[in-house]
C-alpha cells in the first residue's frame, strides 16, 4: 500500500512539473497565481494567443514606439502594393528589349497637353532628354518612354499635383501598362505619414525616384534619383569646392548640422535629438522650430533658445569650414543638404534609416560618405573622429568628383539614370563599378568603344599600361581645284619618314574626286584615301530638310562635313591620331618629338599651334585670341596629337545637333574638341616646340581662303560662345607651359641633341 501512494504521489508531481514546462504561462493567468509587477516585466505579452485576448492590431504595432505619426506596416504594405502593383518586376519580366535592337537605346518624351503646364523641374528633365543624343522624335523607334504629364510631385497639398493623372495616363495608345515606361518622382505621399504612393498605378512601368525606400525599391529595374531643388542648374553646374592640388588644413569644424526641427509627426524623432551631440567646439547643432504656419502652437521648452542660437550661425559659412556635415532625414528619407554637402566637399553623414541612396546601383557610396543609423546618432561623433587624415581627404576627394560628374546639373542626373539603364540591357557590355566611381566617370567611358579598361587613354595608370607605339596620321585634304598642291606632297612625306608613323589616312572633303593613284607620293608606309560626306544645301530653308510653303528650293554646292574629320574610322589601328591640315607645314623631326611628348601625356592633346580664351566683361562674353602670349588652353587640331578614343566620344557622346552647328561654322570643329577632352581631363593640352618658320605658315591664312576674312574669326567667337553655352560652363583650362627637347637652344655641341632639326636658323 504504501508503495502505492509513493507512486500515486510521483506521478502527481511528475503531472504539475509537466504542466509547469508546458503551460505555465496559462496557469499564471488563473487567479491564484500571485501577478508579477507591470512595470518590472521586461518582456513583451504574447498577445498573438488569440485565445485569451482577441487583437485587433499586429504585433509589430503594438511592441512600436506609440508615434501615431509612424506609417504602421499594415500602411506601408498597402501603399507599396498601391504605388506598384508590379512589384515583382524585372527587366527580363517587365521591360521589353525587343524595342532597343533596331534602332538602339532612343528615348521618347510624350507631347505636352497645353492644358497642362509642367513644374519648371519636370521641365528640365524633359529639356534634357529633348536635346541629348538619347532623343527620337518617332515613337516607333523607342526603346524607352518617358510621360509628358507633370509626375514629380505627388503630394496632393501641393500646387504642382496633377488631378486625374491615371486617368489621362491610361488614355494614351503607348501606355501598354507602362512597359518600356520611365517615370520620374521627387516627391510622394503627403501629410501625416508620407507614404510612397503615386495616387495612380504605374502598371510595370519604372521608377526613378527620390527619397527611395529600400523595401519599395526593385533591384535592377528601378533607379534611385537625388532630390534636387527647383534652382538646379539644367546644364553645367557650379563646380565643387575643393580646388585641384590643394590640400585643405584642418577645418574649423569637425561636424556641423543647421536646419529643421520638427515638433510633431514623421522625421521628427531624428532631428529632435540632434542637440544631444551638440558641444558648441568641434560639433555644432543648430535647429529651429520656427517653420511652417502653427509652430508656435507646439513649440515645446527649447523652442526659443533654439531659435536664438540658430541665428547666430551662416549656414554656407558652415558648410565651408567643416569636415564632416550630418545629412538627416526630413520628412520624406531625402533632403536637399545631400547635394549640398556634396558640393561644398563635407563628407555626408547619413542619418537616414532605409534610404535607397541615388544610383546605388553605380555608385560606391562607402567612399564618399559615412552612413549611419538614426538610433546610434550619439555614436556619430566618436566614429568621425576616428577617421584617419588621409582617409578624410579620399573622401572629400570623392565627394567633389561624383557631383561633378553626376550630380551637378539636371542634365547629369537625368543622362545617368538613362546610361544606368542601357547598361541593364547590354550586361556584357555595361561599365564596371570601377569606371563609374572613377574619373572621368561612367558617362564619360563609353562601353560601345571597348569594355577593357587599358584602351581608354585615362586609365593607362591605374591599370600599369601605355599606348601604342605608333600613331596614325590623318589628313583632311579640301582642294578646291581637285589636286593636290606640292605643300601638301611635302608633308605626307615628311610624316611618312617618322620613324613611329604607321599609316596615313588621306580624309577627301573636296567636290572633285581625289586625283589617280599615280600621282600621290611614294611612301614608306601605307596610303589610305577616304572619301568624305557631304550634305545638299537648298536655297529658301531655314533649316536642312524643312521647306516653308510657297518657297522655291534652289540646289547649292554641297556643304561639307567638317566634323568629319573626328569620325570614328575603322582604319585607325593605333592608340594615337596625328590630325593634320592640308596647310600645315612640319618636319619629321617636330613629329617625332611631339609624339613622344605626348606618350607621356596620352589623355591631352599635344600639337603646335596654340590660342587662349578669355572673359571679356564689355561684352559679357568668352572670346579667344590667337596671339603670342604666355597662356594657351586651346591648341588647334591642324597639327595636334590625341588618343583615338575622342573620336567615338566626339561622334557619339555629342548630339546630332551640336556636330551640325559645328559643320554650318568655320574651324569650330578644333574648338568643339579641345572643349571636349578638356571636360573629360580638367586638364589643358599642351604645347610643343616647332620651328619658327613653320609656327608662321601655320599661323597665317591662306590668302584667298574663308579663314582669312573677318567673318571667320567672328564665326568662331560665335562657336565658343555657343558651345559652352551648350556645355553650362567654360570647360578650358589655361596653362603656361610649353615643352622643349632636353638643351634645347643650349649652347653646346649641336651633336648632343637628339632634336639638333628644331633649331635650324
Same mark, same amino acid.
Given at each position: ?56 492590431? *499586429? ?5 512600436? +514606439? ?25 527587366? *527580363? ?23 497642362? =503646364? ?151 524623432? %531624428? ?10 567646439? +568641434? ?10 504656419? !502653427? ?57 537616414? !534609416? ?64 538613362? *546610361? ?32 577593357? @579598361?587599358? !584602351? ?31 605643300? %601638301? ?26 586625283? =589617280? ?9 601605307? @596610303? ?29 554646292? =554641297? ?8 569620325? #570614328? ?32 601625356? #596620352? ?28 597662356? @594657351? ?71 584667298? %581662303? ?33 615643352? !622643349? ?17 628644331? *633649331?635650324?636658323?
Amino acid at each position: 500500500m504504501q508503495t502505492r501512494k509513493k507512486y500515486i504521489l510521483l506521478t502527481f508531481l511528475a503531472s504539475w512539473l509537466l504542466l509547469f514546462l508546458f503551460g505555465g504561462d496559462r496557469l499564471r493567468r488563473f487567479a491564484f497565481f500571485p501577478r508579477r509587477n507591470a512595470a518590472a516585466r521586461r518582456s513583451w505579452p504574447r498577445w498573438a494567443d488569440r485565445t485569451v485576448l482577441h487583437s485587433f492590431a *499586429e504585433l509589430q504595432e503594438l511592441q512600436g +514606439d506609440g508615434n501615431s505619426a509612424q506609417p504602421s506596416p499594415r500602411a506601408r504594405r498597402a501603399a507599396q502594393l498601391r504605388a506598384s502593383q508590379g512589384s515583382r518586376c524585372r527587366m *527580363e519580366s517587365c521591360f521589353d528589349a525587343s524595342r532597343c535592337q533596331k534602332h538602339g537605346f532612343k528615348v521618347f518624351t510624350y507631347p505636352r497637353d497645353r492644358g497642362e =503646364p509642367v513644374s519648371e523641374s519636370y521641365g528640365k528633365i524633359l529639356a534634357s532628354i529633348e536635346r541629348s543624343r538619347y532623343h527620337t522624335p518617332r515613337p516607333d523607334e523607342a526603346c524607352l518612354f518617358v510621360l509628358g504629364i507633370d509626375t514629380l510631385d505627388r503630394d496632393p497639398l501641393s500646387a504642382h499635383y496633377v488631378r486625374s493623372a491615371e486617368r489621362k495616363i491610361r488614355s494614351s495608345p503607348l501606355w501598354n501598362g507602362g512597359r518600356n515606361h520611365l517615370i520620374f518622382n521627387l516627391y510622394a505621399g503627403t501629410w501625416p505619414n508620407y507614404t510612397e504612393e503615386l495616387g495612380f498605378d504605374i502598371g510595370h512601368a519604372m521608377l526613378a525616384k527620390a527619397s527611395f525606400y529600400s523595401q519599395n525599391f526593385r533591384p535592377g529595374f528601378d533607379v534611385s534619383i537625388p532630390l534636387f531643388p527647383r534652382e538646379h542648374p539644367q546644364r553645367g553646374g557650379q563646380s565643387g569646392w575643393l580646388r585641384r592640388d590643394s590640400v585643405p588644413p584642418q577645418k574649423k569644424y569637425l561636424l556641423v548640422f543647421k536646419g529643421k526641427r520638427y515638433l510633431t509627426g514623421i522625421g521628427s524623432g %531624428t532631428r529632435n535629438a540632434l542637440h544631444h551631440i551638440h558641444n558648441g567646439r +568641434d560639433i555644432v547643432s543648430l535647429t529651429t522650430c520656427r517653420h511652417g504656419k !502653427d509652430w508656435e502652437r507646439h513649440k515645446d521648452t527649447r523652442c526659443d533658445q533654439d531659435n536664438a542660437d540658430y541665428e547666430k550661425f551662416d549656414y554656407q559659412e558652415l558648410l565651408h569650414n567643416s569636415t564632416f556635415c550630418i545629412v538627416p532625414r526630413g520628412r520624406r528619407l531625402g533632403s536637399f543638404r545631400f547635394l549640398e554637402a556634396l558640393q561644398a566637399a563635407c563628407i555626408p553623414v547619413l542619418l537616414s !534609416d532605409g534610404w535607397e541612396l541615388p544610383f546605388s546601383e553605380a555608385i560606391d557610396w562607402g567612399k564618399a560618405a559615412v552612413v549611419g543609423s538614426e538610433r546610434l546618432l550619439l555614436q556619430i561623433p566618436s566614429t568621425v573622429r576616428c577617421i584617419r587624415p588621409e582617409r578624410v581627404l579620399a573622401f572629400q576627394q570623392q565627394t567633389q568628383f561624383l557631383w561633378d560628374a553626376y550630380f551637378s546639373s539636371v542634365d547629369k542626373i537625368v543622362h545617368t539614370t538613362l *546610361e544606368i539603364i542601357r547598361d541593364r540591357l547590354i550586361p556584357h557590355r555595361s561599365r564596371s563599378r570601377f569606371v563609374w566611381n572613377t574619373l572621368p566617370g561612367g558617362l564619360l567611358a563609353l562601353p560601345d568603344f571597348s569594355t577593357h @579598361l587599358g !584602351d581608354f587613354p585615362f586609365y593607362y595608370l591605374q591599370h600599369g599600361s601605355g599606348p601604342s607605339d605608333k600613331f596614325t596620321a590623318l589628313l583632311r585634304a579640301a582642294p578646291s581645284q581637285g589636286s593636290l598642291s606640292q605643300h %601638301t606632297l611635302r608633308l605626307i612625306q615628311a610624316v611618312s619618314r617618322s620613324q613611329y608613323c604607321a599609316q596615313i589616312l588621306v580624309l577627301w572633303s573636296s567636290e572633285n574626286p581625289p586625283p =589617280p593613284s599615280g600621282t600621290w607620293p611614294q611612301t614608306t608606309v601605307p @596610303l589610305t584615301i577616304i572619301q568624305g560626306r557631304t550634305k545638299v544645301r537648298r536655297a529658301g530653308c531655314r533649316e536642312p530638310g524643312h521647306t516653308p510653303r510657297g518657297t522655291s528650293q534652289t540646289e547649292l554646292p =554641297p556643304l561639307l562635313q567638317l566634323s568629319d574629320r573626328f569620325f #570614328p574610322y575603322a582604319a585607325i589601328g593605333t592608340d594615337a591620331v596625328l590630325s593634320l591640315d592640308e596647310h600645315t607645314s612640319l618636319s619629321t623631326t617636330e613629329v617625332d618629338f611631339a609624339f613622344v611628348v605626348w606618350r607621356s601625356f #596620352p589623355e591631352r592633346i599635344v600639337g603646335f599651334s596654340a590660342w587662349s580664351h578669355f572673359w571679356d566683361p564689355e561684352q559679357k562674353r568668352w572670346g579667344y585670341t590667337s596671339r603670342w602670349t604666355n597662356k @594657351l588652353s586651346i591648341v588647334l587640331t591642324t597639327a595636334a596629337f590625341y588618343h583615338r578614343y575622342y573620336h567615338s566620344l566626339f561622334t557619339e557622346y555629342l548630339p546630332a545637333g551640336l556636330r551640325e552647328l559645328v559643320d554650318s561654322l568655320a574651324a569650330c570643329e578644333d574648338i568643339l574638341m579641345n572643349l571636349l577632352v578638356a571636360a573629360v581631363t580638367k586638364l589643358p593640352p599642351i604645347k610643343v616646340t616647332q620651328w619658327k618658320q613653320h609656327t608662321e605658315a601655320v599661323s597665317q591664312p591662306v590668302k584667298g %581662303t574663308v579663314a582669312g576674312s573677318t567673318r571667320r574669326f567672328s564665326q568662331q567667337q560665335d562657336c565658343l560662345n555657343q558651345l559652352v553655352d551648350w556645355f553650362g560652363s567654360m570647360p578650358l583650362v589655361s596653362s603656361q607651359l610649353r615643352l !622643349d627637347p632636353v638643351l634645347f637652344k643650349d649652347q653646346v655641341s649641336v651633336l648632343r641633341k637628339k632634336y639638333r632639326h628644331l *633649331e635650324k636658323p
